[in-house]
C-alpha cells in the first residue's frame, strides 16, 4: 500500500470550504474537498476528517487502477510466455520420440 508523506489542508470559512491535499511517497497530490451546504453550520473538523476521506479515495481510486493494469499486463505477458514454453516442449517431445523410433529400427534390424 502505497504510504502517505504529507497532509495540507487549505480553508475559506467564508464559503464554507475545506481542502485536503494529500501528498503520497512518490510525490502525487490528490485533492479531497468539503463544502457546507447553505443551511448548515461551519465545523471545521467534519469538514476537514471529510475532505481527507474523499483525497484518500481518489488516491487508492488511482492506485488500484495501476495494479489491476500492471496485474492485467503481467498477465498477459506471463500467458504469452507459458504458450511459447508449452511450444518448446512440444518441440522437445517430437524430438526424442523421434529419436526413440530411430533407436528401436536400429535396434530391431
Known amino acids: ?13 467564508k464559503y464554507g470550504v475545506v481542502e485536503v491535499f494529500i501528498k503520497d ?3 502525487r497530490v490528490f485533492k479531497g474537498k468539503a463544502k457546507c451546504a ?3 453550520k461551519y465545523d471545521f473538523d467534519f469538514g476537514e476528517k471529510l475532505a481527507y476521506l474523499r483525497a484518500k479515495k481518489k488516491m487508492l481510486k488511482v492506485y488500484e487502477k495501476e495494479q489491476k493494469n500492471l496485474y492485467k ?5 506471463f500467458d504469452d510466455y507459458e504458450q511459447r514454453v508449452i511450444k518448446e516442449l512440444n518441440n522437445y517431445t517430437k524430438a526424442l520420440n523421434n529419436i526413440d523410433e530411430k533407436v528401436n ?5
Open 25 to 27: 511517497e512518490y510525490q
Open 38 to 40: 447553505s443551511d448548515d
Open 73 to 77: 499486463a503481467s498477465k498477459a505477458s
Open 105 to 109: 529400427e536400429m535396434i530391431s534390424q
Open 1 to 13: 500500500m502505497v504510504k502517505i508523506e504529507e497532509i495540507t489542508n487549505k480553508v475559506n470559512e
